[in-house]
């Protein structure tokens, strides 16, 4: 089974570039999927989205080339697993300090012998378009196991993190970084991009894919020039937001 384009990138250092999902819409999904973004971020961390709007939301990117990934709530083996059978393509754990939380994420999400991981039919190949025995016997090597580097613990084994076997990307989490420099709501600041230049240096050294926050091609160009190849481009609703406040800018003022 050779199915996760998303993978394959990942492994080659192409660059991709993506959406985190906050809407409980598959239409904003199906819509964002048809356009040039490689992948969605469902984000069960934060919001309202859970496990059973999850799967309408893995769903409705059926027959496009965009990869659904889940960003799960925490580093649960239950979460990974439920995630997983729904049909998603990837993981994002959040607040991985250690080598420790990367092994035991990288187990929950492999099938015994590697790992702990529950045997199911579940939904997953109904958007993987595989048999449940292939899914079965192929989804260990295709599936993306991204882990999330976001406070000054996790800076500290950085390198340690890097190591551990089974990860495919480190992403780095700019708010929870400047929250823990005490800069909260300041993801720019130069403390921040301090800490950043650590794991990137280390991801480099190591040679594991990074990736990180970047809203605009200039700041998806520099930082790809730095070493990063994954970019969370913002969220659906900032989009809106942003699109709107566009449209709107120099409209002269209705009576």
């Not at 959406?19 to 964002?32: E, G, K, Q």
């Not at 590697?114 to 025995?133: D, E, L, Q, T």
């Not at 079965?136 to 991204?146: A, P, Q, T």
């Not at 882990?147 to 890097?162: F, K, N, T």
């Amino acid at each position: 089974m050779d199915v996760n384009p998303l993978k394959q990138a990942i492994r080659n250092g192409t660059t991709t570039i993506g959406v985190s999902i906050t809407i409980n819409s598959s239409r904003v999904v199906a819509v964002l999927s048809h356009t040039k973004f490689d992948w969605v971020w469902i984000d069960l961390e934060h919001g309202l989205l859970n496990l059973e709007t999850a799967y309408e939301l893995v769903q409705a990117t059926t027959g496009t080339n965009c990869v659904p990934i889940i960003r799960i709530p925490g580093n649960e083996d239950w979460l990974i697993k439920q995630s997983l059978d729904l049909g998603a393509f990837g993981i994002v754990v959040p607040m991985v300090r250690g080598a420790e939380d990367v092994a035991r994420a990288v187990s929950a999400s492999n099938y015994p012998p590697r790992g702990i991981r529950g045997v199911s039919s579940g939904y997953a190949m109904y958007r993987w378009g595989v048999n449940a025995s292939e899914y079965w016997k192929g989804c260990d090597e295709e599936l993306v196991r991204i882990v999330q580097v976001e406070d000054l613990q996790a800076v500290e084994h950085i390198d340690a993190i890097m190591m551990a076997p089974g990860i495919d990307l480190v992403f780095i989490g700019t708010s929870d970084l400047a929250a823990a420099l005490g800069c909260i709501g300041e993801p720019n600041h130069s403390k921040v991009e301090g800490q950043i230049q650590k794991v990137l240096k280390s991801g480099l050294r190591h040679k594991v894919r990074l990736g990180i926050v970047a809203t605009n091609a200039q700041e998806i160009n520099r930082r790809a020039d730095q070493g990063f190849s994954f970019f969370l481009a913002g969220s659906d609703a900032a989009m809106m937001m942003r699109g709107t406040t566009q449209t709107l800018e120099g409209v002269s003022p209705r009576m």
